[in-house]
């Protein structure tokens, strides 16, 4: 069965200090691995995919790393804007529904 | 271009009453997919459509739940007789046959008294 663990919970961290979250995941096969911003009363905002290990995409503040066991959501000088939460999601081989889990809820103070 | 679209936003039921949720997905997308959002969890599958084939519905947590996308555009989540342990937030979800992203509506808070 997929299992993806994320932590913290939650983080709280002033403006332009800079930090990491974390997923870890375990899956059969792993076909995609997906970060979503989720902010509150909204459906989760699409991030990055990620396929294989070693693959790191950037967006502006951010920049998801994956390796054969976890994946990294690392924020740089975050603004109080970058306040939501962040959930990770996997993709297994055999299946087209995205397993979550149940995110971490970061608040940026200015 | 428009995107996930849902309704209603909020719905207040009594136990024991049917409702009805509907998802627009974004136009041309194939695969629709239906999540359950408890307060402070992650979204859970419920069931997946490709076209108008639901090809999974392992999520469903009952058989009160119900989906239907007959067109293959549409969908709509049916819930009958519903229970306390129903209040959650119903996810919306669709892709396009050549990517594994799934782009999500704002969801409809369910809220059963």
């Known amino acids: 069965e997929d299992q993806v663990t994320q932590s913290p919970e939650a983080l709280r961290l002033q403006e332009g200090e800079s930090s990491s979250l974390n997923c870890s995941y375990t899956?059969?096969?792993?076909?995609?691995l997906f970060w979503y911003r989720q902010d509150p009363g909204k459906g989760p905002e699409f991030l990055f995919t990620l396929y294989s290990a070693g693959e790191e995409k950037e967006k502006e503040r951010l920049k998801a790393t994956l390796t054969k066991k976890e994946s990294f959501l690392h924020i740089t000088a975050p603004k109080p804007e970058d306040s939501a939460t962040y959930l990770c999601a996997v993709l297994d081989t055999g299946r087209r529904a995205l397993t979550f889990g149940s995110g971490t809820r970061l608040q940026v103070q200015p | 271009g428009a995107g996930v679209s849902q309704s209603p936003r909020y719905k207040v039921a009594k136990r024991g009453q049917d409702v009805a949720l509907r998802c627009d997905p974004i136009s041309g997308h194939v695969s629709l997919f239906w999540y359950q959002q408890a307060l402070g969890q992650g979204p859970e599958f419920l069931t997946y459509?490709?076209?108008?084939?639901?090809?999974?519905k392992s999520g469903l947590p009952s058989d009160r739940f119900f989906a239907e996308r007959p067109e293959g555009s549409v969908s709509t989540l049916k819930i009958q007789r519903t229970q306390q342990e129903d209040s959650a937030v119903y996810l919306c979800?669709?892709?396009?046959?050549?990517?594994?992203?799934?782009?999500f509506g704002p969801g409809t808070r369910l809220t059963v008294t």
């Open positions: 899956v059969s096969g792993l076909r995609g």
């Open positions: 979800a669709s892709s396009s046959d050549w990517t594994y992203e799934q782009y």
């Open positions: 459509f490709q076209n108008e084939a639901q090809l999974d």
